[in-house]
């Protein structure tokens, strides 16, 4: 079971933890097992693996 987490307790990922929380149940039906980043209120993408996930850029341009 995933703890919960309240955006408050987030500090500064306070928009992507609301961000995460609003998306959750359909992210975990449509990408089970993947990595999503999250930058603000957006999701960047979703990743078949961490390395993939981590070298992705995330400014808004």
Same mark, same amino acid.
């Given at each position: 079971? /995933?703890? /919960? ?45 961490? /390395? ?10």
């Amino acid at each position: 079971m /995933t703890p /919960t987490i309240q955006p408050e307790e987030a500090g500064v990922l306070e928009q992507e933890t609301r961000t995460w929380l609003a998306n959750k149940e359909r992210l975990l039906q449509e990408a089970p097992g993947k990595f999503v980043v999250i930058k603000g209120d957006r999701i960047v993408g979703i990743f078949d693996d961490q /390395t993939q996930a981590y070298g992705i850029p995330t400014t808004c341009e």
